[in-house]
């Protein structure tokens, strides 16, 4: 047998309507690598920003190698550890309780009111839907919660008022009325499960995909909120590590724009410069350190949400 009769009778591979050529595939690499240093640069460029002295900065602006490297916007911003040690403990369980409270609460809302056999599940969806447009204003609001509730300096100050998002519930509901086929909570229902067991063993196992969704809003929500230890908290113990690293911010913007105070810092005639560009770029370093092991544990659970329910073979 001759080579060429060789090449001929190899067996072909089997035609792929997805299979791609060499070329594409280079292409689409190409994409996703840009994609990827669009992504990595501007977080790489804070990081060096926090480290770049203040002068430089004013001189030659935002550079990725900068001339002159400084610790000062670090040294400022994390002066008294105790106090970012404290407030990072407050900030990480305001988050975790405050995530896990508003996912049980939103999903034990949003499933009633997805259940077409719910009386007046329409009003209620309403009721939810009317407090997105109105509000009883910044000072009823203040007043309920300090007066009538007393949460004043309280750690829960900071979680109660945003246990319940509006939008977030519309999501859930929405996604419960359309994704959990209505043929087997019926099934499960002739069984004998109750409302409860429905909910419990089959809804929310399903339901991974919008439960991770909505829990990552809610972890980047209070994570990153300081307002309300700007409204409730006087008590430096309980406060955010967001509110203390905005305070310390407003501290350092009236210390450079107030002459008396700069020439109060001054040394031997030399003026003194506050890293007050750098120190923007050190407390989102510090602020977004621990929010980036959310991304992956989220991560998990939407991949494994995506495939229960599965037919396997």
């Known amino acids: 047998m001759s080579s060429t009769d060789a090449v001929k009778s190899a067996p072909k591979r089997p035609y ?9 595939n280079a292409v689409i690499h190409a994409i996703f690598i840009l994609c990827t240093i669009a992504c990595v640069f501007p977080l ?23 001339d002159k490297l400084s610790a000062m916007a670090y040294h400022l911003l994390l002066n008294d550890a105790t106090q970012i040690v404290r407030s990072y403990g407050v900030s990480i369980f305001v988050t975790v309780a405050g995530t896990a409270l508003s996912l049980l609460l939103t999903a034990a809302f949003a ?3 997805s259940r077409s056999g719910l009386p007046y599940r329409h009003a209620f969806a309403f009721f939810i839907f009317f407090t997105m447009l109105f509000n009883g204003g910044l000072v009823p609001w203040y007043l309920v919660y300090v007066k009538y509730l007393h949460l004043g300096n309280s750690i829960w100050a900071l979680i109660i008022p945003m246990l319940i998002q509006p939008f977030n519930v519309l999501i859930m509901r929405t996604f419960f009325s359309t994704t959990i086929p ?6 499960a229902t002739i069984d004998g499960a109750g409302e409860f067991k429905i909910f419990r063993r089959i809804v929310l196992p399903l339901s991974l995909p ?7 809003f809610n972890t980047l929500m209070y994570w990153n909120d300081w307002f309300m230890s700007l409204v409730f908290i006087n008590d430096n113990k309980t406060v955010s590590v967001q509110y203390l690293m905005y305070k310390t911010m407003l501290n350092i913007q009236y210390l ?20 007050s560009e750098s120190i923007r770029m050190a407390m989102a370093v510090v602020g977004i350190g621990p929010i980036i092991l959310a991304y992956p544990f989220f991560q998990k659970y939407f991949v494994k949400g995506l495939t229960i329910g599965a037919v396997k073979g």
């Open 16 to 24: 792929s309507p997805n299979a791609v050529s060499r070329g594409t």
């Open 44 to 66: 790489a460029l804070v990081i060096v920003v926090s480290f770049t002295d203040e002068m430089s900065i004013l001189k030659h602006g935002y550079q990725l190698i900068p």
């Open 111 to 113: 499933y009633p009111i």
């Open 182 to 187: 209505a043929p087997l909570l019926e099934a």
């Open 210 to 216: 919008v439960i991770a969704t909505i829990g990552l």
């Open 256 to 275: 450079t724009s107030n002459v008396q105070a700069s020439q109060a810092l001054s040394q031997g005639g030399g003026a003194v410069q506050l890293p």
